[in-house]
């Protein structure tokens, strides 16, 4: 899985595309449009995105020793009230199921048990909000590859969309699938040592150190593997840029 799309091939083609070499399909195809880009935004923004993910290609997000980890992370925001999450809650979230279907060769649905045989993963990095504040935490769980990988995820596909359940207020987000590969890109439900707390996720959250908070989707259920994201929300790719942010968040 990890061996495609090979991410030297895609930095060495956008390389060309920077240089004028090639066409919009070719951007496109090489992930340096947003799937916003005709948005409020516009071409400012696939600039920025495209010129950032040419810089920053395959780069790792910094990680820090343990004693850098903040002793009170801020968790922003109330936790679901609804009943559903509650009742979740209650039973420990032994039903809480996480779906991996699209374009897949084996559509998958694993609990949080399930998630925790595969090989655990960690990470120290730093949390940033696009609203000022940032906090360093320790995240514990699965390489978002690893769970492509399990459900047999079509590579080739143009991204991975994430949702949370239908709560009070659903959300939604995608990357392409060079991020959503990334060796960072991960799926957790542990941090800093313990359980992920509900106020920054739990049970399940989508974790991803190189993208700004807002898509790090709290209360994870679902993932699909798409060419197409014009048939989620309003078509921009994410709750988010639905409203008045943009899609791509690479910080
Ligand atoms: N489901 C869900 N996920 C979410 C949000 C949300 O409101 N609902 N807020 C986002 C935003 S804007 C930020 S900055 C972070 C906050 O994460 P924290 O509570 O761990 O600080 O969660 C992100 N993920
Ligand atoms: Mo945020």
């Known amino acids: 899985m990890k061996s495609v799309p090979s991410r030297r091939n895609l930095i060495t083609s956008g390389v060309a595309v920077a240089a004028g070499a090639s066409v919009a399909g070719a951007a496109s195809q090489f992930g340096l449009i947003p799937p916003d880009c005709g948005g409020i935004f516009g071409p400012g923004e696939t600039l920025t995105s495209a010129a950032h993910r040419l810089l920053t290609g395959d780069s790792l997000a910094r990680e820090f020793p343990r004693e850098k980890i903040s002793p009170k992370p801020f968790a922003k925001g109330e ?3 609804d009943e559903l999450f509650r009742s979740h809650q209650a039973s420990g ?19 949080i048990a399930e998630l925790k045989r595969l090989p655990v993963r960690r990470q120290i990095t730093l949390f940033v909000c696009e609203e000022g504040w940032s906090y360093i935490a320790e995240w514990i769980g699965v390489e978002l590859a690893d769970v492509l990988e399990l459900a047999g995820a079509d590579s080739k596909a143009k991204y991975v969309v994430y949702a949370t359940p239908k709560l009070q207020r659903p959300r939604y987000d995608s990357v392409d699938m060079a991020e959503a590969l990334h060796p960072q890109a991960f799926v957790t439900y542990g941090m800093n040592a313990g359980e992920l707390p509900i106020g920054h996720g739990g049970p ?3 974790r991803l150190p190189r993208q700004l908070g ?8 679902a993932i699909t593997v798409t060419d197409e994201l014009s048939k989620y929300g309003k078509g921009r790719g994410s709750s988010s840029a639905d409203g008045k942010y943009s899609w791509y968040a690479g910080i």
């Open 93 to 111: 979230f032994s039903d809480w199921k996480l779906s991996v279907d699209g374009m897949v060769a084996r559509p998958v649905s694993l609990s």
């Open 79 to 81: 936790p679901p009230s």
């Open 204 to 206: 399940l959250r989508m």
């Open 214 to 221: 807002y898509k790090n989707l709290k209360y994870l259920t």
